[in-house]
C-alpha cells in the first residue's frame, strides 16, 4: 500500500482493549504506549533491543472490565508481569470497511446458522465487491440493526 506511506500514515483504523484481568498497578504485565508515537513511522529501540522498554513509555493502569480506545498507529507492547495473576486482553482492531483484513475469519463449520450481521462482521458482502466501497443495505444489516434499536439518529448516511 505504497499510497499510504506518508509521513505521518493516516488513521485508518482504532483498536480496542478490552482488560479481562486487573492491570491497575505497575508490573502486571501493563500495556504501555508511547505518547506521540503515532506520527512516526520508525521507531528507535534502546541498543536495537526490541525487548527493552523504549524511554517515555508509559503503562496503561486499567482495572478488569475496562476498555481502551487507542489510534492502532500508536507504538505499543506489553511488559513484564510480576503478578500472581496472568494479564489476559482482548485487542479488536476497528477499521473503514473497505480495508481487507489480513487474517482469515474461518467459520465454514457453521457458516449457515450465522446471522446476517455476524456473516457481515465476517467481511461477507452479498454484493460482492463492490459492497466494501459502495454497500447496499443487504450489505450491511448491521446498519439496520442500529437504526432498529439506536434511532435513525444514529445511524450514518
Not at 123 to 132: D, N, T, V
Not at 139 to 146: A, E, F, Q
Request: charged share 20%; proline share 8%; net charge positive.
Amino acid at each position: 500500500n505504497q499510497e499510504m506511506e506518508t509521513s505521518p500514515r493516516p488513521r485508518l483504523s482504532v483498536k480496542v482493549a478490552y482488560f479481562l484481568s486487573d492491570t491497575s498497578e505497575p508490573g502486571r504485565g501493563n500495556f504501555h504506549v508511547i505518547p506521540g508515537s503515532q506520527l512516526k513511522n520508525k521507531m528507535t529501540w534502546p541498543n536495537g533491543n526490541r525487548n527493552q522498554m523504549v524511554k517515555g513509555a508509559v503503562p496503561i493502569l486499567a482495572s478488569r472490565g475496562s476498555a481502551v480506545i487507542f489510534d492502532r498507529r500508536l507504538w505499543h507492547s506489553a511488559s513484564a508481569n510480576y503478578w500472581t495473576q496472568p494479564r489476559k486482553v482482548l485487542f479488536y482492531g476497528y477499521a473503514y470497511r473497505w480495508l481487507q483484513a489480513r487474517g482469515e475469519c474461518n467459520v465454514e463449520n457453521f457458516w449457515d446458522q450465522l446471522s446476517p450481521i455476524r456473516k457481515q462482521m465476517c467481511r461477507h458482502s452479498p454484493s460482492g465487491i463492490h459492497g466494501y466501497t459502495s454497500p447496499t443495505e443487504e450489505d450491511v444489516p448491521l446498519k439496520g440493526w442500529i437504526r432498529e434499536y439506536q434511532g435513525k439518529e444514529a445511524v450514518m448516511p
